[in-house]
């Protein structure tokens, strides 16, 4: 049947043996397993407050043109920034999409109210507020501004960037931090992390691990037990993916 509680456009067939058509914008990975024992999958990271931001992974409906943290396609928020030029500010979120709004003037603010945005120019940075939603800081004042934290309130989680602009941990205000290992651009692990001399090291067993084909997809996500997703493209495309029960996922692309 189809997908329930969501818009027309965004509905979805799933079926066990047949091609599933998927037309719509994104397709979201289910919860990560950092924090639940012998689940399984790609995207939910907490360091333990109830109010953070999760790392949800997205394909947007042309995964094949970016090749990111990810591999081919897949969006992060670690991937979210603003692109300020004389007259306007373009915010690039999560799911890939770009949402416009004015300038503001200095220790003003600006609105998108479509999505419910309000833009707050501050010194050294700009700052991102929705509802029921973290605010986030940009650092810079104009051309490409980066994330530099999301906060809520008095606490935050702050992103460390390596000297190749990458992020390589997340610090959060009351203690947690998480090291995001690479190979190249592309993370291969997560899990916790404590800083020394030299930055930051895992201190545990990573939360999970991602592996990627020779044309940079990603091909599987696991956890510590080493049970999670495979992920099988076409020229790049998402074609099936397999839960950790072994249940396949079918995906038809317009394009091809």
Same mark, same amino acid.
């Given at each position: 049947? *189809?997908?329930?509680?969501?818009?027309?456009?965004?509905?979805? *067939?799933?079926?066990?043996?047949?091609?599933?058509?998927?037309?719509?914008?994104?397709?979201?990975?289910? !919860?990560?397993?950092?924090?639940?024992?012998?689940?399984?999958?790609?995207?939910?990271?907490?360091?333990?407050?109830? $109010?953070?931001?999760?790392? !949800?992974? &997205?394909?947007?409906?042309?995964?094949?043109?970016?090749?990111?943290?990810?591999?081919?396609?897949?969006?992060?928020?670690?991937?979210?920034?603003?692109?300020? /030029?004389?007259?306007?500010?373009? &915010?690039?979120?999560?799911?890939? *999409?770009?949402?416009?709004?004015?300038?503001?003037?200095?220790?003003?603010?600006?609105? @998108?109210?479509?999505?419910?945005?309000?833009?707050? *120019?501050?010194?050294?940075?700009?700052?991102?507020?929705?509802?029921?939603?973290?605010?986030?800081?940009?650092?810079?004042?104009?051309?490409?501004?980066?994330?530099?934290?999301?906060?809520?309130?008095?606490?935050?989680?702050?992103?460390?960037?390596?000297?190749?602009?990458?992020?390589?941990?997340?610090?959060? /205000?009351?203690?947690?931090?998480?090291?995001?290992?690479?190979?190249?651009?592309?993370?291969? $692990?997560?899990?916790?992390?404590?800083?020394?001399?030299?930055?930051?090291?895992?201190?545990?067993?990573?939360?999970?691990?991602?592996?990627? /084909?020779?044309?940079?997809?990603?091909?599987?996500?696991?956890?510590?037990?080493?049970?999670?997703?495979?992920?099988?493209?076409? @020229?790049?495309?998402? /074609?099936?993916?397999?839960?950790?029960?072994? &249940? @396949?996922?079918?995906?038809?692309?317009?394009?091809?």
């Amino acid at each position: 049947g *189809r997908e329930k509680n969501l818009p027309q456009d965004r509905q979805i *067939r799933r079926r066990q043996t047949h091609p599933e058509k998927r037309r719509h914008l994104y397709q979201r990975l289910p !919860d990560q397993p950092s924090h639940r024992r012998g689940t399984a999958g790609a995207d939910r990271f907490q360091l333990g407050r109830p $109010a953070e931001p999760a790392l !949800d992974a &997205f394909l947007p409906q042309r995964p094949a043109a970016l090749d990111l943290q990810l591999g081919h396609g897949w969006l992060t928020p670690l991937g979210e920034w603003l692109e300020v /030029s004389d007259e306007a500010v373009t &915010f690039h979120d999560r799911e890939g *999409r770009t949402l416009e709004l004015p300038l503001p003037e200095p220790g003003d603010y600006s609105l @998108n109210l479509p999505e419910q945005l309000r833009l707050y *120019r501050e010194a050294g940075h700009f700052r991102l507020v929705g509802d029921g939603q973290p605010e986030r800081l940009f650092q810079g004042e104009h051309g490409r501004c980066r994330l530099q934290r999301w906060q809520n309130g008095a606490e935050f989680i702050e992103l460390v960037y390596d000297l190749q602009g990458q992020v390589q941990a997340l610090k959060a /205000s009351w203690g947690k931090t998480l090291l995001i290992q690479r190979d190249g651009q592309h993370i291969v $692990a997560i899990g916790p992390a404590r800083f020394g001399e030299t930055g930051p090291a895992l201190t545990a067993t990573p939360f999970v691990r991602y592996q990627y /084909s020779g044309h940079g997809d990603l091909i599987a996500a696991l956890d510590p037990l080493e049970h999670g997703e495979a992920y099988a493209y076409r @020229n790049h495309m998402i /074609s099936r993916r397999t839960l950790a029960t072994g &249940f @396949n996922f079918h995906f038809e692309w317009d394009a091809y």
